[in-house]
């Protein structure tokens, strides 16, 4: 499928769905849990579905509820106690890495074998240090095709010990987290390498939520005792700011004012440094409860630390090339394992509407220029496919993305909404 997005200014307000992170670590949680849970405002999105069928695998029982507003949207979770359901048939994750990762920790709870397998894209994502990690604690591991990458067959039951992992994506570690408090055994948990330290931190408040005991050294050094349990609970999940990312960087793209609704700074996710960023590259903004407004004025080059919030960095890619000056995006080499290459991605289709890319082992150099009309191709990202939407926004002519059926991954109207905002120029 293919989109045509013409310039445009944006205004008015936006209602941020609900957080990825959040909803997935939910319904993980809720599904390994005593008793019945509630999700409230989960988001509803092709990854979030993955995760809810995994679930469902491992022996949950989901019921989703919706109503009239998003705080009668609901997921009723009634959890396993710990307990894993080996189905007969593989688990299919989708594309949602998240899921791959988190979960496949949480099967090897169990004793018989599970399969876990997704589309193209997952089964090129490296799942290796998670994976030894997990044997390090009593799980057998065997491969299908590529060692260290899915499909593969995960059987427990752990026992815990101790492990040293390495985490170029911060999803290894919040998985052995997430995993290590139902364990038999104590487990132990060395980290030398860690990237996306937020999303740790998240990982971290929603066991602390659950009462959950361990001991840390910063994130360098966990000891988590074993035979704890999840508990039932009743959560409000906030909303997206890695998708409210692409409606703050149109915004500031355009010169435009822009208001998003249901985001949280105080919140635990990483991608609210974004508005941040902005900041420093000219915009203003305003923050009240519940409500930011973002205002675009002309954008400066500036030098951007990725390695918390990797996955903005499509959508800020796209706002470089309307700044004055040079603008790098460094230290964020993640970058190039996620759904797609996005360094490589991203630095290909901006060259091909005339922006001047530097591609850097570890991110982006981008010189301000104009950007023409044309023809990209958003690779079956989500993030690229959304972030060329909103490059789109300030172009010479109108831009046509393939695949642009992406977006639908973790924000399913994405362009419905764009075309209610835009006014074209």
Same mark, same amino acid.
């Given at each position: 499928m293919e989109r045509t997005v013409f310039p445009a200014k944006v205004k008015g307000e936006v209602l941020?769905?609900?957080?990825?992170?959040?909803?997935?670590?939910?319904?993980?949680?809720?599904?390994?849990?005593?008793?019945?849970?509630?999700?409230?405002?989960?988001?509803?999105?092709?990854?979030?579905?993955?995760?809810?069928?995994?679930?469902?695998?491992?022996?949950?029982r989901i019921e989703e509820r919706t109503g009239s507003s998003r705080e009668t949207h609901t997921l009723k979770v009634v959890g396993t106690g710990g307990k894993i359901h080996a189905p007969q048939d593989p688990i299919d994750v989708g594309n949602s890495g998240t899921t791959l990762y988190l979960a496949c920790g949480l099967a090897a709870l169990g004793h018989e074998p599970i399969r876990f397998t997704g589309d193209s894209q997952i089964q090129s994502r490296p799942a290796k240090n998670l994976l030894r990690s997990l044997e390090d604690l009593g799980a057998r591991v065997s491969y299908e095709k590529k060692e260290g990458f899915a499909p593969f067959t995960i059987q427990g039951p752990l026992k815990g010990g101790k492990t040293s992992i390495e985490c170029p994506t911060s999803q290894y570690l919040s998985s052995l987290l997430i995993t290590a408090p139902l364990i038999e055994g104590e487990t132990e948990i060395e980290?030398?390498?860690?990237?996306?330290?937020?999303?740790?931190?998240?990982?971290?408040?929603?066991?602390?939520?659950?009462?959950?005991?361990?001991?840390?050294?910063?994130?360098?050094?966990?000891?988590?005792?074993?035979?704890?349990?999840?508990?039932?609970?009743?959560?409000?999940?906030?909303?997206?700011?890695?998708?409210? #990312?692409?409606?703050?960087?149109?915004?500031?793209?355009?010169g435009? #004012?822009?208001?998003?609704?249901?985001?949280?700074?105080?919140?635990?996710?990483?991608d609210k440094e974004v508005v941040r960023v902005l900041e420093r590259m000219g915009c203003t903004v305003q923050i009240e409860a519940g409500r930011i407004t973002l205002?675009?004025?002309?954008?400066?080059?500036?030098?951007?630390?990725?390695?918390?919030?990797?996955?903005?960095?499509?959508?800020?890619?796209? #706002?470089?090339?309307?700044?004055?000056?040079? #603008?790098?995006?460094?230290?964020?080499?993640?970058?190039?394992?996620?759904?797609?290459?996005?360094?490589?991605?991203?630095?290909?289709?901006?060259?091909?509407?005339?922006?001047?890319?530097?591609?850097?082992?570890?991110?982006?150099? %981008?010189?301000?220029?104009?950007?023409?009309?044309?023809?990209?191709?958003?690779?079956?990202?989500?993030?690229?496919?959304?972030?060329?939407? %909103?490059l789109a926004l300030a172009a010479e002519g109108p831009v046509t993305i393939e695949t642009s059926e992406a977006a639908s991954v973790t924000f399913p109207g994405f362009f419905e909404l764009l075309d209610r905002i835009s006014a074209r120029t």
């Open positions: 941020i769905p609900a957080s990825k992170s959040h909803t997935i670590r939910g319904l993980l949680i809720a599904s390994m849990a005593e008793g019945e849970s509630t999700l409230i405002n989960p988001l509803d999105s092709e990854d979030a579905r993955s995760c809810v069928k995994t679930c469902q695998s491992l022996g949950a980290v030398p390498l860690l990237y996306e330290h937020p999303y740790v931190e998240m990982t971290l408040r929603w066991l602390e939520e659950q009462g959950v005991l361990l001991e840390r050294k910063g994130l360098g050094w966990f000891r988590v005792p074993g035979r704890q349990r999840y508990h039932k609970f009743h959560k409000q999940i906030p909303g997206d700011f890695s998708s409210a #990312t692409f409606f703050f960087c149109a915004a500031a793209i355009t435009s #004012t822009l208001t998003l609704l249901g985001l949280d700074m105080e919140d635990s996710q990483g205002s675009g004025h002309p954008l400066r080059g500036i030098e951007i630390d990725l390695n918390a919030m990797p996955d903005a960095l499509p959508a800020l890619a796209a #706002t470089a090339c309307y700044a004055e000056g040079t #603008t790098r995006i460094v230290n964020v080499p993640q970058a190039r394992l996620k759904e797609t290459d996005r360094i490589a991605v991203m630095a290909r289709e901006l060259s091909n509407l005339g922006a001047k890319v530097k591609e850097l082992p570890d991110g982006l150099e %981008i010189q301000g220029s104009p950007i023409r009309g044309g023809r990209v191709n958003g690779h079956g990202d989500h993030r690229v496919v959304m972030a060329l939407a %909103i």
